[in-house]
Nanobody, 125 residues
Framework: QVQVVESGGGLVQAGGSLRLSCAAS????????MAWFRQAPGKEREFVAG???????YYADSVKGRFIISRDNTKNTAYLQMNSLKPDDTAVYYC???????????????????WGQGTQVTVSS
């Protein structure tokens, strides 16, 4: 069974940085995707960034050039380095993974079976 736990959220001023961590126990291969989603109040959950292995990545246009996703496969942990944060980045951030796909990064949340509890990121103006 896979368990996903996020950490690292908080309050930051616009222009600042935060680093989120996602530990996925029970993930047996780096070919399974790990992805970050976010959900703001009143909005649908949206894809932010994903990675498989430790070098194949994909980003939403809204975060490209500001966020960096990385992965330590020895620890089954993914990271999301968020730079130049904007108030629009305020949301609950979720980490997800799934065992049905390898070598791809689905962007639809329904493609993921395993989710963390979420971590709040608040960016003040």
């Amino acid at each position: 069974q896979v368990q996903v736990v996020e950490s690292g959220g908080g309050l930051v001023q616009a222009g600042g940085s935060l680093r989120l961590s996602c530990a996925a126990s029970g993930l047996a291969s780096s070919f399974y995707p790990m992805a970050w989603f976010r959900q703001a109040p009143g909005k649908e959950r949206e894809f932010v960034a994903g990675i498989w292995r430790n070098d194949v990545t994909y980003y939403a246009d809204s975060v490209k050039g500001r966020f960096i996703i990385s992965r330590d496969n020895t620890k089954n942990t993914a990271y999301l380095q968020m730079n130049s944060l904007k108030p629009d980045d305020t949301a609950v951030y979720y980490c997800a993974t799934d065992l049905r796909f390898t070598r791809i990064i689905p962007t639809n949340p329904i493609s993921y079976d395993y989710w963390g509890q979420g971590t709040q990121v608040t960016v003040s103006s």
